[in-house]
């Protein structure tokens, strides 16, 4: 139960490292408006590195590294949230796509 536990901790710590990173993106890419922007970003990037260091100890690496691709699919949403980036059908098909993917990881990594 305890390595259950573990696994599911890793991988709720890997998706917060995934968000992190990927708004740390978002504040390098608005950087040119105020340079207090960068500086959040690197925070935000900083955070999201030591989210996924951490995420690592607590599950096997080949299902904890794997469901940081779901950093795509949160730079999508944001940039078309936060910057009206057009998404296309094929983006959102990749998007079911990984969101598969990683709910299949996740799910083969619980198991064992």
């Known amino acids: 139960m305890e390595k259950k536990n573990n696994m599911t901790l890793g991988i709720t710590l890997i998706i917060l490292s995934a968000v992190c990173t ?28 030591l989210l996924m260091i951490v995420a690592l100890k607590f599950g096997q690496l080949s299902v904890i590294q794997p469901l940081m691709c779901v ?13 009206g980036e057009v998404v296309s059908p094929m983006e959102l098909i990749g998007i079911v796509i990984i969101i598969a993917g990683v709910i299949s990881i996740a799910r083969g990594g619980k198991n064992e």
């Open 71 to 83: 950093s795509y699919v949160f730079a999508l949403i944001i940039g078309y949230i936060f910057l």
């Open 22 to 49: 990927s708004f740390g993106q978002l504040f390098w890419k608005i950087s040119s408006i105020n340079i207090l922007y960068l500086l959040i970003g690197f925070f935000l990037y900083g955070i999201g590195a």
